[in-house]
Each structure stands twice: as structure tokens, then as C-alpha cells.
């Protein structure tokens, strides 16, 4: 029995000392809502993910989230004298009282363990003790209580199985006579300044990423859901960079889009139009989700179309665009915006080796893909035959000839920090991201 009691005991002190960080950690939050547009008007779910920090949130429904400014909550205060929480266990309703200093508006909220707030409430209240009751399902909460920058915070322990209501009686106080109760709990996440966060909206099997700086304020993010469908079915996530709309993954398919099929080989194969190829990675199909296919130029360019409808394999120029834009808003590592060092920005955070030069995909790889590209080190195969490469380059296809033999391309290293333009062989098998048209 008395180790049963100890036990309990510290438990208890656990879970107060893990409130006390956790009711700091949820002080100050960015509210982050989402629409639709496009080619669906409902969100199914949203995956917000903070690169940097390699955690993420998944939101049914598309309700909103709350980034939570880690940086900020140091200039807050953080005061626990003035609030009371009683009885505490809450066996039925527990009496919430604190003192105001201050008056005025005043944000109310109960975290889970989990982060999600159950209870949001906003109220004017009266310089002097303010009181409500609180009633909550079982578990363990953090209660704060904003106003003007000082946070009350109290640590909440509830054993009955009431549902989550926060209510005003006393209307000399509060003016009014309330009760509020969250019906669709947001989820927090938290972030610092500098954090790269990717939003992935998906409409069935429709989604769209979009990446957006750490913001200063609550913040809409619009999904404009855009078909990219293979002529296998298959439907690709997009990003919106500038004014163009890329795929976010390596094309996959087997088929042109008349249906006829994208013939493989095996051994080596010569350089010329009769060339007209696909391959997964070293011939395994287990690369194809990760990785998409490998084509030949040949392949790649083929009249019957080898992109999803209302899209194309980009130019050489096309590419450029895209060069240009990330460098000139400030997607480089460094945050200049001049010389081509956007490697990071295009790069995915997973799979690429490990570098120690500054600015390359291969270092620190939480600093990658503040652009939504999300580029994956796929390899290549050579003409030869062999496959080279995988988790230390991509290589992807312009449609831009640079003479009879060789074709434009661009890749992306794990020990460069730029995307590099370089050519190659027609025969080779490279990667393909597609386009959408204008």
C-alpha cells in the first residue's frame, strides 16, 4: 500500500511539473483557418506540418489550427496567485476564481495533453474576483487565463465525465449571463520564428500544399484544388510556386494518355527516337511511391502525352522561371536574393545523405523544401543499363533539346547548394515533374 501511495504521489507531481511547461507552451497562439477553391469547394482533412521541427497535426474536416509562437512566450508573464481551482480533482463542477487587475477583454482556455483546446472563451470582465465553474471529461488540463499579457495558469485534474463547459453566473461581474462550449476543438502546433510550416489540403483524392511563413496574426489559407491525373489513375499533389502550379511528386505512370503503355528495357539501349522507356529504380516497383519512375527524353516528350491532361513536361526556360522566383523572394539558404542557392528550398527533409557544407540539401535537412517542392534524391539510370545515385541526386527532364543527342536537364545534389543546369543524354533515365498549362 505504501508504495502504491509514493507511486501515485509521483505521478502526480509528473504530471504537475509537465502541465506547468505545457500551460507556458499554449500562452500565445496564431488562429489558422481554411477554405477551398478550385476543382473541390470541401476539405477532407489538413496536414499541417512544421519542417523544422519534424512534428505535424492532421485536422479532420479542415477546422482550424493554432500555431503556437514558442519565441513569444518569454515577454509574457506568467502568474498562478490570482487563480484558484476548486475543489481540485473536480469530482462535478469546479470554482474557477481570479483576481483582474485590469478589466476588460479577457481569453479563457483549456488545453488537453494532446494540445487541443476544448474550451475557448472571450469575455469582458470587471476589475476585481471574477468566478465561473468549469466542468470537463476525465483527464488532466491546463487552464489559462489571458489578460494584457499576464497569464494565470493552473493545472486541472477532472474525474467525472461531463462534458467541457465553461459558464458565467454572476452577471455584476461579467455583464452577462453565459455559456459557452467549443463544439469543433482546434489543434495546436507549435513553432518558432523561422520555422518552415507546409499545409497539405486534400479534397478525396484531390491535394494541394501550401507553404507560408511563420504569421504575425490569425491567417486564412485557401486550398485551390487542382486535377493532375495520370493516365493510370493516379492523382498528384500540386504546389502553387509564383505563378506556376507544379506536381509535388515523380511522375509514375505506365501509360501515354491514349492508354498505349510506356514500353521498359533491360541492358543497355541506343540514342535514338526507337528509345522511348520507363523503369523503377533498380527495376523494383517497391520505388515507384516514394521515387515515381525513371523515363528516357524520348519517352518523355512523346506526342501521345505523357503528363496528366492540362499539364506538360516544363521547358528549359519554364525551370528558370522557377529558379528565378524562389531567389528573388528570398528562398535561397541564406536569405539573399541574388546567386542561385536554392537547393534547400526545392529539396524534401527526408532521404538525402548526409553533407556538412553550408546550404546543402544534405545539411540539417529540417531547413529543407521552405518552397513545397518537396524533390526527392530518385537517381538515375544510364543508358548502360545501371542505377545510380539514389539518396545523393535527381535529375529531371526539360522538354528543351540542347542537340540531337542531349537535352537539358536539372538536378539537385546533396553536397551542392544550387539547382544545377547542366545536359545529358536522350537515353538516360531521369525523372519527371510536370507542369500545369496556362
Known amino acids: 500500500m505504501k508504495k502504491t501511495i ?48 519534424s512534428t505535424n497535426v492532421i ?125 469543433n476543438s482546434s489543434i495546436a502546433l507549435a513553432y518558432k520564428v523561422g520555422d518552415n510550416i507546409l499545409f497539405k489540403g486534400y479534397s478525396g483524392d484531390l491535394c494541394t500544399f501550401v507553404t507560408i511563413k511563420p504569421p504575425t496574426k490569425d491567417t486564412t489559407v485557401n486550398f485551390n484544388f487542382v486535377e493532375c491525373r495520370d493516365a493510370d489513375g493516379y492523382n498528384y499533389p500540386v504546389v502553387q510556386i509564383g505563378t506556376q502550379t507544379w506536381m509535388v511528386e515523380n511522375l509514375k505512370t505506365t501509360r501515354y494518355r491514349n492508354g498505349d503503355p510506356i514500353l521498359t528495357a533491360t541492358g543497355s539501349i541506343p540514342n535514338d527516337a526507337t528509345s ?39 521547358t528549359d526556360a519554364e525551370w528558370t522561371t522557377l529558379q528565378n522566383y524562389l531567389i528573388a523572394n528570398g528562398y535561397n539558404y541564406d536569405g539573399t536574393t541574388s546567386g542561385n542557392k536554392i537547393a534547400k528550398a526545392l529539396a524534401a527533409t527526408i532521404d538525402w545523405n548526409t553533407d556538412s557544407g553550408t546550404g546543402t540539401p544534405g545539411n540539417d535537412l529540417t531547413k529543407n523544401n521552405s518552397s513545397g517542392f518537396t524533390a526527392l534524391p530518385g537517381g538515375y539510370r544510364y543508358y548502360g543499363g545501371a542505377f545510380y545515385y539514389v539518396g545523393s541526386s535527381g535529375y529531371w527532364w526539360c522538354s528543351t533539346e540542347y542537340n540531337s543527342a542531349d537535352t537539358w536537364c536539372r538536378n539537385l545534389y546533396y553536397y551542392y547548394d544550387d539547382l544545377s543546369r547542366n545536359y545529358d543524354s536522350k537515353s538516360c533515365g531521369f525523372s519527371v515533374r510536370c507542369l500545369r498549362d496556362l
Open 276 to 314: 522511348k522507356y520507363q523503369w523503377a529504380y533498380n527495376a523494383d516497383e517497391n520505388n515507384v511511391a516514394k521515387y515515381g519512375r525513371l523515363y528516357t527524353w524520348y519517352a518523355a516528350t512523346d506526342s501521345r502525352g505523357i503528363a496528366p491532361a492540362g499539364w506538360h513536361v516544363p
Open 6 to 53: 509514493f507511486l501515485s504521489k509521483v505521478l502526480f507531481i509528473g504530471l504537475f511539473i509537465g502541465f506547468t511547461g505545457f500551460s507556458k507552451l499554449y500562452a500565445t497562439d496564431y488562429t489558422i483557418s481554411f477554405t477551398a477553391s478550385g476543382a473541390a469547394t470541401t476539405i477532407s482533412s489538413v496536414e499541417v506540418q512544421n519542417l523544422t521541427q
Open 59 to 183: 485536422i479532420p474536416g479542415g477546422a482550424p489550427v493554432n500555431l503556437t509562437n514558442t519565441t513569444a512566450i518569454p515577454q509574457l508573464k506568467y502568474d498562478d496567485n490570482k487563480l484558484k481551482v476548486y475543489p481540485n480533482p473536480v469530482t462535478d463542477k469546479a470554482n474557477v476564481s481570479f483576481y483582474s487587475e485590469f478589466g476588460g477583454n479577457t481569453d479563457i482556455v483549456v488545453f488537453g495533453i494532446d494540445g487541443k483546446s476544448i474550451v475557448r472563451y472571450s469575455k469582458n470582465l470587471a476589475i476585481g474576483i471574477n468566478e465561473f465553474k468549469l466542468t470537463l471529461p476525465k483527464g488532466f488540463y491546463g487552464l489559462h487565463i489571458n489578460q494584457n499579457g499576464i497569464v494565470h495558469y493552473a493545472t486541472v485534474i477532472s474525474q467525472t465525465n461531463n462534458e467541457a463547459w465553461i459558464e458565467f453566473s454572476d452577471s455584476e461581474k461579467t455583464n452577462s449571463n453565459a455559456i459557452q462550449k467549443i463544439g
